[in-house]
């Protein structure tokens, strides 16, 4: 399971060979400012641990809730009956809801949409790593330099992009909570971050803007934690927009959709399918036929509706489709297959009967080191893959076009020479005589006869 660790948090530690098996706290953790917002291949995470057991009120909650045996039926759309219940049954939920404390103005909004966030807000940080309990410090928090890439503001002429100054402080009062914005230049590309314990609007200063970012807690049982504000939700109708999700508990018939596609504005090119929906497709790709095993799984190169033909492809039943690329170290093109054939061969090997196999193999240095190139075909015993070649054909390594065997129509050359189309007749005068009729079409014999008579 994905967890994000935060300083506070109790983890199980257990080493057999140091004797180890104990509830440790985090006293620190550092991370990516852009974190869990953005998720990248290399991003580092530092946890420090200490000795001492501490309990908080979120990690209780969060025991009981883990605790807890209750059931909770899973309404999916598998069912248009199912749905239309579930409609009445959350009518008279909708009538039941009600304040026990006395406290809210409505206990139920209801809207058609619903918006969350303001456009100062929306930007993302690129390379900004925050410490919060710096070096073990409550009171000391630091951030270091990066970019913050703006989706709303801009300077004219300039950008949307500002380069960040590094920031650490030390000294925080551990009964105070801090906001935190991003103070940037509205005529050059440059800002810094600025924490306080004084609300920051983004038009407070003349010649800046203050992105808010997050509060800052005070230190709550020997720690604080940062909980960012920036980025906005969009619930409208059945669907959700927004940036990070999370809970205690996920208890879904089904996590995500039968079909997930990713990439950005315009290349939603690529995607995985769990819909047994294959078809079987003549040369033109019109559909002639069912068959879901041929269902694609993954594609990418194309969209959605074209996946079944995108330039990259794995269906239900293994078959996978590339065009270009790398297998090994031979090169697929559009239409070839290129190596190293000082190294490396294509061949394939199939399986005859339960003792014999039969191999094909196009490559190099198979026999004697003069040969340039090599084409072999083997019926072997499965026992003993070393013996038993069935055709082997070799060419010389020449300057000059060297062919060693040729085949145009039907007529085999040999060097240059075509072997005999004919008939050879032998006689066997041991005791009676018998005539032998062998016929041979370029030096091969097809057919022969016995008899008694000489033509």
Avoid at 1 to 30: C, Y
Avoid at 341 to 350: A, Y
Wanted: net charge negative.
């Amino acid at each position: 399971a994905n967890e994000m660790l935060e300083a506070g948090d109790i983890i199980k530690v257990i080493d057999i060979d140091q004797g180890i098996d104990s509830n440790i706290r985090i006293t620190e953790v550092n991370y990516p400012a852009h974190y869990p917002d953005v998720l990248e291949n290399g991003m580092q995470f530092n946890a420090v641990i200490g000795n001492e057991v501490t309990y908080t009120l979120s990690q209780k909650i969060q025991n009981d809730i883990k605790k807890n045996q209750e059931v909770i039926t899973q309404h999916n759309k598998q069912s248009w009956e199912r749905d239309r219940r579930n409609v009445q049954a959350l009518t008279e939920f909708r009538s039941k809801v009600f304040d026990p404390d006395g406290n809210l103005e409505n206990a139920m909004q209801q809207a058609i949409a619903g918006w969350f966030g303001t456009e100062s807000m929306y930007y993302d940080l690129d390379d900004v790593v925050m410490s919060v309990n710096a070096g073990g410090d409550p009171n000391s928090f630091a951030l270091t330099a990066g970019r913050l890439i703006h989706k709303v503001f801009k300077i004219e002429g300039l950008g949307n992009i500002w380069l960040l100054d590094p920031f650490t402080i030390t000294g925080l009062d551990p009964l105070e909570s801090y906001y935190l914005s991003a103070k940037v230049s509205r005529t050059a590309l440059s800002g810094e971050w600025v924490l306080s314990t004084e609300q920051m609007g983004t038009e407070s200063e003349p010649s800046y803007w203050h992105f808010n970012f997050g509060v800052l807690s005070s230190v709550i049982e020997g720690v604080r934690s940062f909980k960012p504000t920036k980025g906005f939700t969009l619930i409208s109708g059945g669907s959700i927009e927004t940036d990070v999700i999370s809970a205690y508990m996920i208890n879904v018939n089904r996590l995500f959709a039968q079909v997930v596609t990713v990439g950005s504005d315009g290349y939603n090119n690529a995607g995985i399918s769990g819909l047994a929906d294959g078809k079987i497709y003549d040369d033109n790709w019109n559909v002639i036929g069912d068959d879901p095993n041929r269902s694609v799984r993954f594609w990418a190169g194309d969209t959605e509706e074209n996946k079944h033909k995108a330039p990259f492809n794995v269906l239900n039943d293994g078959s996978m489709r590339a065009y270009k690329g790398n297998i090994g170290n031979f090169l697929l093109g559009d239409n070839f297959l290129n190596g190293d054939m000082k190294e490396n061969t294509v061949s394939g090997i199939r399986s005859m009967s339960a003792d014999q196999l039969e191999v094909f193999s196009i490559g190099r240095a198979f026999s004697p080191s003069s040969a340039f190139y090599n084409v072999l075909c083997y019926l072997r015993d499965g026992r003993n893959l070393t013996t038993g070649t069935g055709l082997m054909i070799d060419v010389d390594n020449k300057a000059v076009e060297a062919i060693a065997l040729n085949i145009v129509n039907g007529d085999i050359e040999v060097k240059g020479k075509k072997g005999l189309t004919g008939k050879i007749t032998l006689a066997n005068t041991a005791s009676s005589t018998v005539y032998y009729h062998f016929n041979f079409i370029n030096g091969l014999l097809v057919d022969y006869v016995s008899n008694g008579s000489s033509t």
